[in-house]
Nanobody, 121 residues
Framework: QVRLVESGGALVQPGGSLRLSCAASGSIFRVNAMGWYRQSPGRQRELVATITSSGNTNYADSVKGRFTISRDNAKNTVYLQMNSLEREDTAVYYC???????????????WGQGTQVTVSS
């Protein structure tokens, strides 16, 4: 009923930029915190950045100064602007959100299907 859909992943050269988007849809009552995670083959999924409903942000040390997370509450959408991309940023990027659905009295975590980001020359 509730789903998150990411978009914007692509093949980009080192030093390039990409902007990822993630839109929540369905029977949504409220979207709380949202975040981006990433996972490479053979590695655990790691947190990239999070943003609360009020706009407070948190970043992994590896992306500070290069990535910016933002959101549009009216559109239930979170963005990840990625600049100065490095080969180490190559991963599948997943959107995560705490969402209270219209039929639930509690908040649940939802994951998007992921979007591939490949940084290579």
């Amino acid at each position: 009923q509730v789903r998150l859909v990411e978009s914007g992943g692509a093949l980009v050269q080192p030093g390039g930029s990409l902007r990822l988007s993630c839109a929540a849809s369905g029977s949504i009552f409220r979207v709380n915190a949202m975040g981006w995670y990433r996972q490479s083959p053979g590695r655990q999924r790691e947190l990239v950045a999070t943003i609360t409903s009020s706009g407070n942000t948190n970043y992994a040390d590896s992306v500070k100064g290069r990535f910016t997370i933002s959101r549009d509450n009216a559109k239930n959408t979170v963005y990840l602007q990625m600049n100065s991309l490095e080969r180490e940023d190559t991963a599948v990027y997943y959107c995560n959100a705490g969402i209270r659905s219209s039929w639930s009295a509690s908040t649940s975590n939802y994951w998007g299907q992921g979007t591939q980001v490949t940084v290579s020359s």
